[in-house]
């Protein structure tokens, strides 16, 4: 089945102690990325990658790293978690570099104390 | 990126159809129009992609008149799992377009 894992699903951590949650998709997709929901505010995109080892920033990337050194696989870095960063990440990939239709994972539901 | 404003909200019964407009009065001539759906907790989903007139697959039709500074998704028939929130985003097909702008999306509530 093509789809978009990530996991954990659900996490709870504290202030400061670093954490990754990883993204894979098995649709051999070039485009992956990384997005944050929050109530009010929408989806906001935090980083992208156009391929391996192609990656750039989105709208709101401070705080978060990435890395691309497979093509199913995208982790999103939170190095020093902080309470802003509580909050609910989608990944999702596409094929190419135009305007296809993007698939989403299911969801992280991140909680920073 | 070609600003969007959508309705906050509505609200419909099962089996009416609903109409979602969306306004994006600074479209570029290679902008095209997309429009996903997200149930809570879920990712969005893909429902439909035009560029002019009228665009329809088994889900849903997107209407876009000849002036493409607004365009209106229609939902037939709606039921009690249509309920979401229906974003509409615009932009450049063709020249590698990284960045998806969401927006807080209409959101739908369907009622027996």
């Known amino acids: 089945e093509a789809q978009v894992t990530q996991n954990p699903r659900y996490l709870i951590t504290v202030t400061g102690k670093k954490l990754t949650v990883t993204c894979s998709q098995n649709?051999?997709?070039?485009?992956m990325s990384w997005y944050r929901q929050d109530p009010g505010l929408g989806l906001r995109q935090i980083y992208y990658?156009?391929?391996?080892?192609?990656?750039d920033k989105g709208d709101v990337p401070e705080g978060y790293k990435v890395s691309r050194k497979e093509k199913r696989n995208f982790p999103l870095i939170l190095e020093s978690p902080s309470p802003n960063q509580t909050s609910l990440y989608f990944c999702?990939?596409?094929?190419?570099?135009?305007?296809?239709?993007?698939?989403f994972g299911p969801g992280t539901r991140l909680t920073v104390l | 990126l070609a600003k969007t404003t959508q309705p906050i909200s509505m609200d419909s019964y099962e089996g009416q159809e609903v109409n979602i407009t969306c306004s994006h009065n600074?479209?570029?001539?290679?902008?095209?129009i997309t429009w996903y759906q997200q149930f809570p907790s879920q990712g969005p989903r893909f429902i439909i992609q035009g560029y002019k007139t009228k665009v329809t697959n088994e889900v849903a039709s997107l209407f876009i008149p000849a002036d493409r500074k607004s365009s209106t998704l229609s939902l037939p028939r709606v039921s009690l799992s249509d309920t979401a929130v229906y974003y509409c985003?615009?932009?450049?097909?063709?020249?590698?377009?990284?960045?998806?702008?969401f927006g807080t999306g209409t959101r739908l509530l369907v009622s027996p």
């Open positions: 600074n479209i570029a001539t290679n902008d095209y």
């Open positions: 990658s156009m391929n391996v080892e192609v990656t």
């Open positions: 649709m051999n997709h070039e485009y």
């Open positions: 985003l615009v932009g450049d097909r063709n020249t590698g377009f990284q960045k998806l702008v």
């Open positions: 999702a990939s596409r094929y190419g570099q135009g305007w296809d239709e993007q698939f």
